[in-house]
Structures are given as C-alpha cells and as structure tokens.
C-alpha cells in the first residue's frame, strides 16, 4: 500500500510502500477517497509539534468500509466514513457529557492506536499514525470509534473536509461560542477553518461578519462565504477597524489562526461583555499577555473551540445533510485537488496561500 511518510521532522513526506495489518475486534479496513491537506500536519512537519517518526500524517478525510475486525460493529462493509481524530472510549467523563473531542478514556499517544501498538509497518518497524487514523494512504486500518458512517450522495471531497475544517469552523460558532441570531462576529483568518466560521456565522443569522486575512484573495474568498466587511490586517489597522464598522467592537471574535497577535486581536476587538474564542491551535512555545485588568472591568471572556466542540457521531451527518440541502457551500472551498504523489505540492501551495483548502483524492 502506498502512503505519504515523514521519516524525519523538516524533510518532505516520502511515498514508500507500507504493511497494514488486518483489523482487530473493534477495528475497520477503509480504502480511503479523499483527504484534505491541513495546517496542523504541517505543524508536526516542522517539528512545531512534537511527533514520533516515522508517521503517517493526515486526519480530515472519507473512505468506505472495506472490512470490519471480529465481533459485533456499529458499521457494515460498504458504509461511507468519514474520520474523526479524536477517540470516543464512551466511559471516561467526557465522552459521557457529550463532549467526547476531549475523550481522555486511552493511555496510549494519539499517534498510535487505542491499544498503543500501530496497524503499520514498513520493513517490520512500526509506522505510526496521526491522531490514531494517519489517512495520507491508500488504505487506512483504524478503530470503529474514529469512524462516522454518512449518506452515500455526498462527493467525497465534501465529506472528507468536514472531517477537520468543516466541523472545526462552523462547531466553533454553533456549538463552541453558540453565537446567536442577529449578533456581530469577528473572523481572524480566512483559511480552511477561517472560511467556515464566517459561513457558519452566515448560517446562524448573524447581523454583521468582519473578516480578517493578510491575503487580498482570502479576503475575497471571505466575502463570497458570507462576509459582510473585510480588513486587510497587513495594511489596515484591525481593532480600530472593527470598532469603527460595529460601533465599538464585536459580540463575537474567533481566531483561527494562533498568535500572539491574533489572540490578542479577538480580545481587544470583542464590545465590553463580548465573547473571544480561539480556535486555531498555536505553537506550543506561544505565550499571549492579555491584559486581565481590563478583561474583568469590560466583564470578557476568552475561551477555545477544539474541533469545533462537536459531536462527531451526531455532527457529521449533520454538515452533510446541511451542504445536500444548500444551507452551507463546501464545494467552492475545495481549490485544488491532488494525488497522493504530489502531497509535498499540496504543502506548498496551503502555505502560500493558493488554496482555501487542497484536496488529495485516490482512485
Ligand atoms: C488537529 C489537532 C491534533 C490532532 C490532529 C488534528 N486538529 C486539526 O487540524
Ligand atoms: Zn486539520
């Protein structure tokens, strides 16, 4: 089986031809359709992120079931999947609240499997995988919990993206931050994840997006998703900006980018009682001061989304009955499609600001 590998922090991903195992109880065999290309691969790329080489990077994508492990499953062969990233062990506090994307219930590194061994090798040393899943490969073996099974009319592409941008963007707003009707929202950067909090922010009814880029052409992007006003945050000053537009600041702000600068963006640009939310996931080293002194007189309040605070088993579906029934557009986010040999391309071209979001797509 062919799949793109880091072997090593800071070298482009080689395509070698791996070992996958067989699934054990509880585990599925899915010959992968499509997988989105997302900063935060790009981020163990690096070496931003701590990792464990060599690895199987990639974590928004859509396949169909090819064969399930031993034992009773929730899915059937031929289903169409797409990944979720985060486990979902259904005892540990989280998982049993409803907010399983923090599901603490497995000892084991998220680069590997539940059990801490791997469903990957090549010449018999273990090849590990991102988030449990590792979807840059022809064939993925994963546990049946990081598997959301979907209608079958949705093109691949879509279902792929709503595995990480989709349900990252648009979960932030609707059930991270719960923005309600009416209200006025701030959108720092307008990437995959950037692009789909201003759509989810247009889905939910609010009066007034801003959106923030460095990029003219994501901007314009911005504009075609459901923005009301654009800031240019390369020459335009972008807390004066937005209270000038709103009158004083937002009700909402989310950053979906993760500096220093952007947090402090969302916090100074959110109106006295306004809620600030990153998104984004940032560097490790990051550091932000806030000035608590006058988030406490101003009574704001700055929180985080990860993955969008969904559901996956109940969100999922949810996005794509949303894009079937035109309520949301996901075709116009997907600029580029790749093949699984021209992965490195696909970096370049997210870091340079071409894409709203690339693509891989098998055959
Ligand atoms: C990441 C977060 C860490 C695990 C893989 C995916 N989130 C989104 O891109
Ligand atoms: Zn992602």
Avoid at 123 to 152: D, H, W
Wanted: with cysteine.
């Amino acid at each position: 089986m062919k799949a793109a590998v880091l072997t090593e922090v800071n070298k482009p991903l080689q395509i070698l031809d791996v070992d996958v195992d067989p699934p054990k109880a509880g585990e599925a065999r899915v010959k992968m359709k499509a997988t989105g290309i997302c900063m935060s691969d790009w981020h163990i790329m690096t070496g931003d992120w701590p990792t464990r080489c060599p690895i199987v990077l990639g974590h928004e994508a859509a396949g169909i079931v090819t064969e399930l492990g031993p034992g009773p499953s929730h899915l059937s062969v031929g289903d169409h999947v797409i990944f979720s990233f985060t486990s979902h062990c259904g005892h540990c506090r989280y998982c049993n609240s409803g907010r399983s994307v923090l599901c603490n219930g497995y000892k084991a590194p998220g680069f590997m499997m539940n059990d801490g061994t791997t469903r990957m090798s090549f010449k018999a040393e273990p090849v590990y995988q991102m988030g449990r899943i590792g979807t840059f490969r022809e064939e993925v073996v994963c546990s049946t919990e990081n598997l959301i099974s979907i209608r079958k009319d949705v093109p691949w592409t879509v279902a792929a993206i709503i595995g990480c941008s989709v349900a990252t963007g648009i979960g932030a707003v609707t059930r991270g931050a719960k923005v309600p009707s009416g209200a006025s929202v701030l959108v720092v950067g307008c990437g995959g994840v950037g692009l789909n909090i201003v759509q989810g922010a247009r889905l939910v009814g609010a009066r007034t997006v801003v959106a923030v880029d460095l990029l003219d052409n994501k901007l314009e992007y911005a504009k075609a998703f459901g923005a009301t006003h654009t800031i240019n945050g390369k020459t335009e000053k972008v807390v004066e900006q937005v209270r000038a537009i709103t009158g004083g600041g937002v009700d909402y702000a989310f950053d979906a980018i993760g500096t220093e600068a952007t947090v402090l963006q969302i916090v100074d640009a959110v109106a006295a009682g306004g809620v600030a939310t990153m998104v984004g996931i940032p560097s490790m080293t990051t550091r932000a001061a806030i000035s608590p002194f006058s988030m406490v007189f101003q009574e704001k309040t700055l929180g985080a989304s990860f993955y969008g605070s969904v559901q996956p088993d109940i969100d999922f579906p949810i996005f794509a009955d949303l894009y079937m029934g035109k309520k949301i557009n996901l075709d116009a986010l997907i600029s580029r499609t790749f093949k699984l040999e021209e992965i490195n391309e696909g970096f370049e071209q997210l870091r340079t600001g071409g894409v709203a979001r690339g693509v891989i797509v098998f055959d």
